[in-house]
T-cell receptor, first 113, second 109 residues
């Protein structure tokens, strides 16, 4: 049973057309993360939520926004995708204060045309 | 210097071989280390945590060397199914998890 679920698995968007990626979890973990991973590169943390507290990485472009309406769901909004935003977007969860193990969703592969 | 560095490989080994990867880290205060496995176009999956005393799980052994600031992963009796990218994870100076770029392993028949 999938515990961190990302939809869609593949997303194609046009240059400049807003897109939203979604993530849900059944683990009841208090932390949710969004990572961006490009080919042959390390996953790069964009931001994370500790409960409802939003934590943005300093180098995350303003083009990327996130929402966490409740414990189970988290969204990544890309306001004006550029060609350089084509990547795999990975959602992950963890239990802060217990351990730092990350549980990943299967990712959304974003293509920008 | 990158906070977590790995040799990208690929390491090309025959089935049955023993192979070892190292990963260096720059934050001497880092408390947590992990190895993740990532198959092509899939998500990273936790392989094992790395404890100060070392950690063994079947054919896989992870070691931490704090003096030299590196962690290692040893795979014995390599299987074709071990072919993947192995990501090392440490912590940065603000105690956030940082991934290395990964070491690619190819196990050939």
């Amino acid at each position: 049973d999938a515990m961190v679920i990302q939809n869609p698995r593949y997303q194609v968007t046009q240059f400049g057309k807003p897109v939203t990626l979604s993530c849900s979890q059944t683990l009841n973990h208090n932390v949710m993360y969004w990572y961006q991973q490009k080919s042959s590169q390390a996953p790069k943390l964009l931001f994370h939520y500790y409960d409802k507290d939003f934590n943005n990485e300093a180098d995350t472009p303003d083009n990327f926004q996130s929402r966490r309406p409740n414990t189970s769901f988290c969204f990544l909004d890309i306001r004006s995708p550029g060609l350089g935003d084509a990547a795999m977007y990975l959602c992950a969860t963890s239990r802060w204060g217990v351990d730092e193990k990350l549980f990943f969703g299967s990712g959304t592969q974003l293509s920008v045309l | 210097r990158k906070e977590v560095e790995q040799d990208p490989g690929p390491f090309n080994v025959p089935e049955g071989a023993t192979v070892a990867f190292n990963c260096t880290y720059s934050n001497s205060a880092s408390q947590s280390f992990f190895w993740y496995r990532q198959d092509c176009r899939k998500e990273p999956k936790l392989l094992m945590s790395v404890y100060s005393s070392g950690n063994e799980d079947g054919r896989f052994t992870a070691q931490l060397n704090r003096a030299s600031q590196y962690i290692s992963l040893l795979i014995r009796d390599s299987k074709l199914s071990d072919s993947a990218t192995y990501l090392c994870v440490g912590m940065d100076s603000s105690y956030k998890l940082i991934f290395g770029s990964g070491t690619r392993l190819l196990v050939r028949p």
